[in-house]
């Protein structure tokens, strides 16, 4: 065997076990994990299945499905987060605040039907009201607290760094910018 092919497959077994070992136990199968908690792959595509059913809903305007299943592990990583920070800084926000808040919301669309809307952007139910949450949660932080947008971003990102998210590179990696990008540092995937 000749030298140049001794070095090119002891390079090749090199960069899989590299490949192997940057994948751990917790994040196999998992699309994401978020302080311990794995949102598996299986969660993923069954959260897309749901947004695909919705009557309007097309894909490709989203992007595409690797952008649009970005858009869906961000909404949720997002979420998890501002539930951290409700919950450490004891904030509340009651199902009947969701409701009243989408009443307002609707109020504002034409014909007082946010459905197309939502179902053009992707949002299921429990998609939406995940988000309507997140903001009622936002605006009770900064009441307390003054923070304006900027420093909620940081608070966030904080947050975010103390759970240690950790996006599977199929899909890419979780930013400072709080969304998940396409970049990935999979040599065997491309996120895009």
């Known amino acids: 065997m000749s030298t140049i092919r001794r070095i090119v497959i002891a390079s090749l077994a090199a960069a899989s076990a590299v490949a192997l070992t940057a994948c751990d136990s917790e994040q196999i199968g998992a699309a994401v994990v978020i302080d311990g908690d794995r949102f598996t792959v299986e969660d993923l595509q ?21 952008a649009f299943q970005r858009t869906v592990l961000t909404r949720h990583i997002q979420h998890e987060i501002f539930v951290r920070l409700a919950e450490d800084e004891d904030l509340e926000v009651s199902e009947a605040e ?4 989408i009443d307002e919301i609707s109020a504002q669309a034409p014909g007082g039907d946010l459905s197309t809307a939502l179902a053009q952007a992707g949002y299921t139910e429990k998609a939406f009201r995940a988000g309507v949450a997140d903001q009622l949660i936002a605006q009770s932080y ?34 400072e910018d709080l969304s998940v990008s396409a970049d990935t540092g999979s040599i065997s995937e491309p996120a895009s």
């Open 142 to 175: 900064s009441e307390e607290t003054g923070a304006d947008t900027a420093a909620l971003t940081e608070v966030l990102a904080d947050l975010g760094d103390e759970l240690g998210v950790e996006v599977n590179p199929r899909y890419g990696t979780w930013g």
């Open 46 to 66: 069954n959260e897309v299945a749901r947004a695909e059913r919705l009557e309007g809903f097309d894909v490709e305007a989203a992007g595409g499905m690797p």
């Open 98 to 101: 969701i409701d009243d808040a």
